[in-house]
């Protein structure tokens, strides 16, 4: 039986979604016979060059040489899956989007001319094909093995795009907003990661990035009554996946 490859990639990140692949740990033991990895510079300075059967690419694109380096390895790889909310949907640093890029340098760098950086940061899909993306901050461990687990069967990985409260139902998660009044995302956020903060009594803060056509014009009203400002409701959908078109979007259904 023929061993397939795996290389995992870092752009600009905070390397969570790398360290949620390590943390699969005995998993990885029992899928080592038929994967290897060849590139992970998260896990080891030893690296194999392509072409690669899956590559894994974390992070947005907001270098020039990120813009380089993706369109490299999109080339040698079979199947590229984009994993987190920055490789989705450009990531907290997707506030730069809506700002100068050239103040932030001049106010933090005491010599900006030596940064090398786009004005923008944006998610994998907007320089290359992806075929697959696995949301969140970080990504759900589960998903991650299932989409390997799904390559590795032949078959198309099991990625929901129903909502956030869709998750809470099946496990039986009362709604906090309907029972306590916390202001909840959940409505228009995308499925995946087994409503984690509504079972720990907190509202949903969207790191999924939005469900397939999300009604934000519904929610807004609900967020407002469950004591959100403006303030609060910019800063809230401005966040994991503020590059995301629906959530930006947002002010424009107020």
Known sequence: MSVATLAVWKFTSCDGCQLSLLDCEDELLTLAGRLRIVHFTEASSAAEPGPFDVSLVEGSVTT????????????????????????????????????????????????????????????????????????????????LLDTLGAFLAGRKPDIPNT???????????????????????GPVTQAGCGALCPAYHRGCYGCFGPMADPDIHALLPILRVNGMSTDDIDRVFTTFASGAPEFARRSRDE
């Open 64 to 143: 020039p040489d990120e813009l380089r380096r993706i369109a490299e390895i999109r080339a040698q790889s079979r199947i590229l899956v984009a994993i987190g909310a920055c490789a989705t949907h450009g990531g907290i640093q997707a506030l730069r989007n809506f700002a100068d890029v050239a103040e932030f340098t001049s106010v933090v760098y005491a010599s900006p001319e030596h940064i090398a950086t786009l004005a923008t940061s944006t998610p994998i899909s907007a320089h290359v094909p992806v075929d697959f993306e696995l949301r969140g901050c970080p990504i759900d461990r589960r998903q």
């Open 163 to 185: 909502s956030v409260c869709t998750e809470c139902k099946r496990r039986g998660t009362t709604c906090v907003t309907v029972a306590e009044g916390i202001p909840c995302l």
